[in-house]
């Protein structure tokens, strides 16, 4: 979580959400900074993934940033694959884990603004401390081998039943999603 306590924003970072990125440019140009140390436990996330405010912080403006839930969760088998060095087919990954990525709903439900990542070049403009011209979102937890990348991609098979399962399992963002649209 990072706030700014000056312009009483809090900015809550749904994993795969593109929160890396965000987060920087929101440090680099808007004074936030880390509420604590991001790699500390916060309850059943990390702290950088903390979805519950902090009494000092109720009150403040929420940013948050959702993205497809599909398209979230192939980018999750492609950071635990590639990243984490996972080893399971897209298949058992997505049996085995969907409990690994919170529900980006426990992020927007206290949300001020809810930025899209498939729009977040023009999302920020949202933001009523966004000054302009507005600083370009740096492009972060890109694959550096393209080949390697290329290879986890190909195992991401979609079938019928894994289809059902997310969308039943991710149900309340499919649904936050599609409303959003």
Not at 104 to 130: C, G, M, W
Not at 132 to 142: A, K, Q, T
Not at 147 to 169: F, N, P, Q
Request: aromatic share 14%; net charge negative.
């Amino acid at each position: 979580m990072l706030i700014n306590r000056e312009l009483q924003f809090v900015f809550l970072h749904a994993p795969k959400c593109a929160g890396i990125a965000l987060s920087q440019w929101l440090v680099d140009y808007y004074g936030f900074e880390y509420y604590l140390n991001p790699d500390d436990r916060c309850g059943d996330v990390v702290e950088r993934h903390r979805y519950t405010l902090p009494d000092e912080c109720r009150g403040f403006e929420v940013i948050t940033c959702i993205r497809e839930p599909f398209a979230r969760w192939d980018s999750f088998y492609l950071y635990q694959s590639l990243q984490m060095k996972t080893d399971l087919s897209f298949d058992e990954f997505t049996r085995q884990r969907l409990n690994w990525l919170p529900l980006q709903t426990h992020y927007t439900k206290q949300a001020t603004y809810i930025l899209r990542v498939d729009q977040l070049d023009s999302e920020v403009n949202k933001l009523p401390f966004a000054r302009y011209p507005i600083p370009e979102i740096p492009r972060l937890n890109v694959s550096q081998n393209q080949l390697e990348y290329d290879r986890v991609k190909d195992r991401i098979k979609w079938t019928d039943e894994l289809l059902a399962l997310v969308t039943d399992h991710f149900r309340e963002d499919c649904e936050m999603f599609r409303n959003l649209t």
